[in-house]
C-alpha cells in the first residue's frame, strides 16, 4: 500500500511563510507527478502545484507567482514553499502522487492563515 507523510501545516499570520513536505512510502516503483491540492470548507478541491518526474511545474491561478513546489525524486518527497499567505489560503492541503494513472492521496494538513 501507498503510505503519504504529510507535515508543516499550522497557524501563520497573513504575510507569513508555511514550508509544507510530502513523503511517499510503500509499493511505489515510479512516480508519474507529485501534486498539491488544498480544499476550504464548503468548496471544491482545487489544484495548488504539480510537478512531475522531469521537473516541470504547474501552478494553479491563485498561487501564482507566490507558492513553488520542488520534489526530491531520490526521497520521493514533495515540497511546497507557500510565502506571502492570504487569509483565502485557509484550506486543507492534500499531497497526491501519480502512479500510471492513479491517485495517491495525504491525509491533509491545515493551513490557517489570520487576517
Known amino acids: 500500500q501507498v503510505q503519504l507523510v504529510e507535515s508543516g501545516g499550522g497557524l501563520v499570520q497573513a504575510g507569513g511563510s508555511l514550508r509544507l513536505s510530502c513523503a511517499a512510502s510503500?509499493?511505489?516503483?515510479?512516480?508519474?507527478?507529485m501534486t498539491w491540492y488544498r480544499q476550504a470548507p464548503g468548496k471544491q478541491r482545487e489544484l495548488v502545484a504539480a510537478v512531475n518526474s522531469d521537473g516541470r511545474t504547474d501552478y494553479g491561478i491563485p498561487v501564482k507567482g507566490r507558492f513553488t513546489i520542488s520534489r526530491d525524486n531520490a526521497k520521493n518527497t514533495v515540497y511546497l514553499q507557500m510565502n506571502s499567505l492570504k487569509p483565502e489560503d485557509t484550506a486543507v492541503y492534500y499531497c497526491?502522487?501519480?502512479?500510471?494513472?492513479?491517485?495517491?492521496w495525504g491525509q491533509g494538513t491545515q493551513v490557517t492563515v489570520s487576517s
Open positions: 510503500g509499493s511505489i516503483f515510479s512516480i508519474n507527478a
Open positions: 497526491a502522487v501519480i502512479v500510471a494513472t492513479r491517485f495517491y
